[in-house]
């Protein structure tokens, strides 16, 4: 079964460190999102790719955060300097355009320390 | 703003009996729901979606209901099993943009 595939699925860093995730969406799915998951609260949309192209960022840390899809297939996320707020659950999501559900990868763990 | 809320945090239910999992939304614009399920340490997972053409759509012992009059969204989930354990999102898709905005969950306990 096609499924979204992420890494690592955990991850400690110190502060100031630099941390960065990678996404593999279902094959096919054009579009892509990266979400951020506080302990006890819903996923946040932090930024969406239609292809290569960021369709929304929003809600992206532009000072410290930073998302590439250079090839409108995997992506990468990543976070410099990490601060202790930082840390939660990354979860990367595939759907097809337009009205459709999207799937879900496991997520990395991050704990800023 | 817009946001998708939900009315309880938690709902314990007995094992055997129906749970019904409420949501609200503000977006009269919004034209397609999910309701995920998430499971401790691991990503949400859909469950069942329904369009805002829509009043009701069923799956595998779940049903979705939509009221647009009062934007209201429910789960209800039959014959509630220990595996239904979990926390439920609704989400909202606004369409034209694709952006899926997810509510604040409710964790649902299954009492013995």
């Known amino acids: 079964e096609a499924e979204v595939a992420q890494s690592p699925r955990y991850k400690i860093t110190e502060k100031s460190q630099a941390v960065a995730f990678w996404c593999d969406p279902i094959s096919g799915h054009a579009t892509l999102y990266w979400y951020r998951q506080i302990l006890g609260q819903g996923p946040e949309l932090l930024v969406q790719?239609?292809?290569?192209?960021?369709?929304?960022d929003s809600q992206l840390p532009k000072d410290r955060f930073s998302a590439e899809r250079l090839k409108g297939v995997d992506s990468t996320l990543k976070i410099q300097p990490a601060e202790l707020g930082d840390s939660a659950m990354y979860l990367c999501a595939s759907s097809l355009p337009v009205n459709t559900e999207a799937f879900f990868g496991q997520g990395t763990r991050l704990t800023v320390v | 703003g817009e946001s998708v809320g939900l009315h309880l945090p938690t709902l314990s239910v007995q094992e055997g009996d129906n749970s019904i999992i409420n949501c609200a939304y503000s977006n009269s614009a919004s034209d397609y729901f999910i309701w995920y399920k998430q499971e401790s340490g691991k990503g949400p997972q859909f469950i069942i979606d329904?369009?805002?053409?829509?009043d009701k759509r069923q799956g595998q012992r779940v049903t979705v209901l939509l009221n647009k009059t009062v934007k209201h969204l429910s789960l209800q989930i039959a014959a509630t099993q220990p595996g239904d354990s979990a926390v439920y999102f609704c989400?909202?898709?606004?369409?034209?943009?694709?952006?899926?905005?997810f509510g604040k969950g409710t964790r649902l306990h299954i009492l013995p």
């Open positions: 790719f239609q292809d290569e192209s960021v369709v929304d």
């Open positions: 329904i369009r805002s053409n829509m």
């Open positions: 989400a909202e898709n606004k369409g034209r943009d694709d952006k899926i905005i």
